[in-house]
């Protein structure tokens, strides 16, 4: 996915896999990240729920 946005977020329980411009970054509790237009995937192949803070501006939704 690819959205002309700047978004970030924040993992507050779980894990998360989030591929920013074919790139794997796997990401836990605590951990942060930024999008700037980027391609992106994300995934949670974890057995436990994922819970995220994301936010994305400009709100295209």
């Known amino acids: ?16 896999d989030l591929t920013v411009a074919g790139r794997l970054h796997r990401l836990g509790p605590g951990d942060s990240f930024r999008l700037r237009g980027e391609p992106f995937q994300w995934a949670n192949p974890h057995p436990e729920p994922c819970t995220v803070i994301w936010v994305i501006a400009p709100p295209i939704y």
Do not use: A, I, K, N
């Open 1 to 16: 996915m690819q959205r002309p946005t700047q978004e970030v977020g924040y993992v507050e329980s779980g894990r998360l």
